[in-house]
């Protein structure tokens, strides 16, 4: 038994390790854990509610990130992954698609987050302590490219597929998104993000030789098995598994690269989509979008800057 893990997170980890070709993730078999899930969403969103503004922190870098820190005090921080390792700021929340991030978030002890958000393509309770699970996909991509989704199509998906122990939510296909969604649905009246520029796609680590061997030191203790499986019940059971040695490539990126993915084109072209419709949506919902810090790319979308 891992202590990092729940119940379910072990009896997991032992049926992708032994190919259990009928491993249960059904509510009635783990009724508990699903109820818990639904506790620690709870928990979330009353502290969103409390602070009504929730600063969303991406993994790019900052140089005034220590001033940002200071004056959003009293904001709630929800990141994604990587950043509960920064030395300037203190995330409240981690929200990742991928277990093994998760879990190093996890190891990190002097910056572990409250809260973490595991978004799964399958339906499943908790995997970690501290953790909630919600199902998402991007509806653009579900429905082959074709049509771009409306406000309003977001809007009758959420109010139909959100409800229950194991929320649906629908989002442009990048972990940002799916943060800000989240924090939307949760009750986030006012965001604001911080070191999101795909223009300069360096991560706040990528010049911090001793922070990036933390991070690979914190991946190096997650579960490989799931690592393995990262949110998708398909791969329990599959002799070969295309996502085999997955902590090992994301340390080897870690150590080859320098600049995150995000640069690339096709990056850039879905965060293009991601903020339009995220105006869209805000303006909908009656929602105040801004950013802060220093952000080439941030000054194209017509986000306003706040500092």
């Not at 203190?90 to 879990?103: M, N």
């Not at 009656?286 to 706040?306: A, C, H, P, Q, R």
Request: aromatic share 10%.
């Amino acid at each position: 038994m891992t202590k990092n893990l729940t119940p379910f997170g072990n009896a997991l980890a032992n049926a992708i390790q032994l190919r259990h070709p009928s491993f249960s993730t059904k509510t009635r078999d783990w009724l508990q854990i699903y109820q818990e899930n639904i506790n620690t969403l709870k928990s979330i969103q009353s502290l969103i509610r409390q602070k009504n503004t929730v600063l969303v922190v991406g993994a790019g870098y900052e140089s005034k990130m220590s001033s940002i820190s200071k004056s959003t005090k009293n904001w709630f921080k929800s990141g994604v992954h990587w950043t509960n390792f920064h030395r300037e700021l203190k995330v409240d929340l981690i929200t990742s698609t991928h277990a093994c991030t998760l879990e190093a978030a996890i190891h990190h002890s002097k910056n572990r987050p409250s809260f973490l958000i595991h978004g799964v393509y399958s339906k499943v309770p908790p995997v970690f302590m501290n953790s909630a699970t919600i199902m998402w996909s991007d509806p653009y991509i579900d429905n082959g490219m074709k049509d771009l989704p409306t406000v309003q199509d977001y809007d009758d998906i959420i109010n139909k597929r959100s409800k229950g122990a194991i929320p649906y939510l629908p989002s442009v296909r990048n972990t940002l998104f799916l943060n800000t969604m989240i924090m939307i649905w949760l009750g986030a009246k006012n965001i604001v993000f911080t070191a999101v520029d795909p223009h300069n796609p360096d991560y706040f680590f990528s010049d911090d030789d001793e922070l990036t061997l933390d991070i690979v030191r914190c991946l190096s203790m997650c579960n490989p098995w799931l690592a393995e499986w990262d949110g998708r019940n398909e791969r329990i059971s599959l002799l070969h598994r295309n996502t085999s040695h997955r902590i090992q490539k994301f340390i080897e990126n870690l150590l080859s690269q320098k600049k995150s993915a995000v640069g690339e084109q096709s990056y850039i072209e879905e965060f293009d989509r991601g903020f339009t419709f995220l105006k869209d949506f805000a303006l909908h919902r009656g929602l105040n979008l801004g950013y802060l810090g220093d952000s080439e790319y941030m000054k194209t979308t017509g986000i306003k800057k706040l500092d």
